[in-house]
């Protein structure tokens, strides 16, 4: 669905709110859900946070989403450094060396299942993230179950060197690119450093490589966090198309 290509028309309604489940080890977390209130049957994404935080913008993407038609769950993957700002949260995370895959994976596992029990879910779930989340989008459509699509949007670290592995990212992504599970989208700044456009081509090949499902889109003059408006990264045009090509792709492998 192109931008403002929307029926005057038709019923628009939605619920956005935050709600507690059980993620990693069954320990509890929060996750911001919001849904449609105008129909059934609708598909579902699981939004994985970026470093800045389970932010208001991650809130802002996921009602973007519910917007379309999707549920969209968008857990606190930071839930283990204490309660506060975003911003305050993802200082002590660093500090900390970050939220371990172990949990995180364990904690979007959680938000799959519990998606896909709902009355009203079509059945297809798909994943998307940011930044970290993008690399945490990749592992998690190579490791989890129950992934139809996956969105990397410039995730950096899917690639990594024996020196950046660390006990809270113990594993390089890019090594379990042989057990991608689903449809792939990634989206990248040719600008952007982390990934650089030579960590793409080294993911692409390999995709190629292994005969995946995927489309990778590249924008020239366009860095990290292309559809971050709120941040002088932010890229219009690139932001707009990127999201339109995001919009299709979920069209096409989730409704």
């Given at each position: 669905m192109m931008w403002n290509d929307l029926d005057t028309g038709r019923y628009e309604g939605m619920i956005a709110e935050t709600i507690t489940l059980?993620?990693?080890?069954?320990?509890?977390i929060h996750a911001y859900y919001s849904r449609p209130l105008n129909s059934e049957n609708y598909p579902t994404?699981?939004?994985?946070?970026h470093m800045p935080g389970w932010?208001?913008?991650?809130?802002?993407?996921?009602?973007?989403?519910?917007?379309?038609?999707?549920?969209?769950?968008?857990?606190?993957?930071?839930?283990r450094f204490g309660t506060g700002k975003p911003a305050e949260i993802a200082k002590k995370a660093r500090e900390e060396g970050g939220a371990k895959d172990e949990t995180v994976m364990g904690d979007v596992q959680a938000c799959i299942d519990y998606l896909k029990e709902q009355p009203a879910s079509n059945g297809?779930?798909?994943?998307?993230?940011?930044?970290?989340?993008?690399?945490?989008?990749?592992?998690?459509?190579?490791?989890l179950t129950g992934i139809d699509a996956a969105a990397d949007l410039w995730g950096g670290g899917v690639i990594m060197k024996e020196e950046d592995l660390s006990e809270a990212r113990p594993v390089s992504p890019f090594d379990y690119a042989e057990k991608l599970s689903c449809p792939l989208i990634g989206i990248f700044g040719n600008e952007d450093r982390h990934p650089g456009p030579e960590e793409v081509n080294q993911l692409e090949e390999k995709l190629k490589e292994l005969n995946k499902?995927?489309?990778?889109?590249?924008?020239?003059?366009?860095?990290?966090?292309?559809?971050?408006?709120?941040?002088?990264m932010y890229?219009?045009?690139?932001?707009?198309?990127?999201?339109?090509?995001?919009?299709?792709?979920?069209?096409k492998h989730l409704k």
């Open positions: 059980k993620g990693y080890n069954n320990e509890p994404l699981v939004l994985i946070p932010d208001e913008y991650c809130r802002e993407a996921a009602r973007r989403f519910t917007q379309h038609n999707y549920a969209v769950l968008c857990p606190d993957i930071y839930a297809k779930t798909g994943v998307i993230g940011m930044c970290s989340g993008g690399r945490h989008t990749f592992l998690a459509a190579c490791t499902e995927y489309e990778f889109y590249r924008y020239d003059g366009a860095g990290h966090g292309i559809w971050y408006y709120d941040k002088p890229v219009q045009s690139a932001a707009m198309d990127s999201q339109e090509k995001v919009f299709a792709f979920f069209e």
